[in-house]
């Protein structure tokens, strides 16, 4: 049996500019890949096209699927590439309609098996954690469905879903990633710009689910609760990617890294005892850190810490998730700062309840902030997160799947306007990176991260005439 599996790209937000996320920041598709390595540890055929490093057009993908000739197309689709992955589909099935087409990944799973009902060329839903589901689909054939947990399907012509799959509990049982199957991987494949000292680099998910219950957060696929590897699985995870393909730091993209203090502490001495030269970054929730955590870090290599500070607003902070206290914040990254390691601020702007004001005390907050970096994000109401089923309730809802990627605004809260959003939203950007002192940070990457600047330059037209597109 042949599988492929295709992470579909979704439409250009540039329009007829090139994809600049795309430069700044370009991750292999972890949940793909595991579900890759679990089949072909179990014997079966894989191949894998990533659109994200390989652009093509839906009928240009569609001829490489069928010149593959596989027994099976799968699609990972999260909500803003969707549509794209459907097309795709759909020229699949006019070309062989007997081919089984099969979509998981945020979208699936947080729409359910009523997804069906709209889109007549997928054949059956992964709803949920895909490794076990995938494959007890594929290997039973597609026969009695119903009794596969996981799995959506059609009864009487009806989107149905089979039951809910129980998460895997021992997540050292999976295989590694298949990194393997991506074409020029790790080549074609970069963390954002000045957020690593050495290439080749990747990332890594050494963790799933979250007991958190912010708003705006989909947890569709990993739902809540907290399961993690092992420090001896992560440990041999970097080694493997050391050895096998010369990665030199990674960037743990887990929701909750620092959750299991004992985990973190126990990577952090085998890390250090081992020497293994891969440095690294991470996400960390600020209640979580201190300051023998963060020497901690430091020593075994962390060269970046990332928190979710979302909005400096109190008011608009309290509507959303748990908040920690604006002083509490301040002295925590300053902590990290002087342990050595650069702080990077993940901001959100246009969460139902902010005003013009409110976005204003954000930036404001972030220009008060001891970062070295920030990424703001346009705020999105997915399909799964809490907040989707009442955000028609708080302003302007255009659900456009195709624009929902983080940076569009397709919500517009009440006493707001786009247009008046996107001015606020530049401002921010503008605000905090035309600063001297920002600049000289970046100065400093000239040694500090000499390949990021090698990227920015040979970029350098294109990330112009973005700036002079979005007026930064």
């Known amino acids: 049996m042949k599988v492929v599996f295709v992470h579909p790209h979704g439409s250009n937000w540039m329009g007829s500019l090139k994809d600049i996320s795309s430069i700044f920041n370009l991750m292999p598709p972890l949940g793909l890949l595991s579900i890759a390595a679990y089949l072909e540890e179990r014997g079966i055929d894989v191949e894998v096209i990533d659109c994200y490093a390989t652009p093509a057009g839906v009928d240009e993908i569609a001829a490489d699927i069928v010149a593959r000739s596989p027994d099976v197309v799968a699609f990972s689709c999260t909500t803003s590439c969707f549509l794209e992955g459907y097309e795709i589909a759909r020229r699949l099935k006019e070309h062989n309609d007997r081919l089984p087409v099969v979509f998981g990944g945020a979208h699936a799973s947080a729409s359910g098996a009523t997804l069906l009902d709209d889109f007549p060329a997928i054949d059956y839903l992964v ?43 021992d997540l050292d049982s999976l295989p590694f990633p298949a990194y393997h199957l991506l074409p020029g991987f790790p ?29 705006y957060c989909d947890r569709s696929v990993f739902k809540s609760g907290f399961r993690a590897n092992s420090p001896a699985y992560v440990h041999q995870h970097l080694e493997y990617l050391y050895r096998d393909f010369g990665i030199r730091h990674v960037f743990f993209y887990d929701d909750l890294f620092t959750f299991d203090r004992g985990r973190i502490e126990a990577l952090c001495i085998l890390k250090e005892r081992k020497k293994l030269p891969v440095t690294y970054n991470c996400i960390a929730r600020l209640e979580h850190v201190d300051k023998e955590l963060l020497a901690l870090l430091r020593r075994s290599g962390c060269w970046q810490v990332n928190f979710g500070i979302e909005s400096g607003d109190p008011d608009v902070l309290g509507r ?30 246009g969460l ?73 939203y530049n401002e921010f950007i503008r605000g905090f990176y035309r600063r001297s002192h920002i600049h000289w940070g970046y100065a400093r990457m000239l040694w500090k991260s000499p390949h990021s600047i090698a990227r920015f330059l ?13 007026k930064w």
Not at 327 to 349: C, D, I, S
């Open 187 to 215: 080549r074609r494949y970069n963390l954002p710009l000045f957020s690593y000292p050495k290439a080749p680099n990747t990332s890594i998910i050494s963790s799933r689910g979250c007991p958190y219950q912010c708003s």
């Open 458 to 470: 040979g970029n350098l037209p294109e990330i112009l005439r973005f700036q002079i597109k979005q």
């Open 320 to 349: 959303h998730r748990k908040t920690c206290d604006p002083h509490e914040v301040y002295r925590k990254l300053l902590m990290v700062r002087k342990a050595g390691m650069r702080v990077k601020g993940l901001f959100m702007v």
């Open 352 to 424: 139902p309840g902010e005003t013009e004001q409110s976005i204003r005390r954000t930036i404001d907050y972030a220009l008060s902030l001891p970062l070295d970096e920030i990424n703001v994000t346009k705020f999105t109401p997915f399909p799964g997160a809490p907040v989707y089923r009442t955000i028609r309730e708080h302003g302007e809802f255009r659900e456009d799947w195709s624009a929902m990627n983080c940076m569009n605004f397709v919500f517009v809260p009440r006493n707001l306007t786009l247009e008046r959003m996107e001015e606020l």
């Open 127 to 169: 709803i949920g954690e895909g490794e076990a589901t995938f494959h007890d689909l594929i290997t039973a054939g597609f026969r009695s469905v119903g009794s596969i947990p996981g799995v959506g399907y059609r009864l009487a012509g009806k989107g149905t879903l089979s039951s809910v799959r129980e998460n895997i509990e």
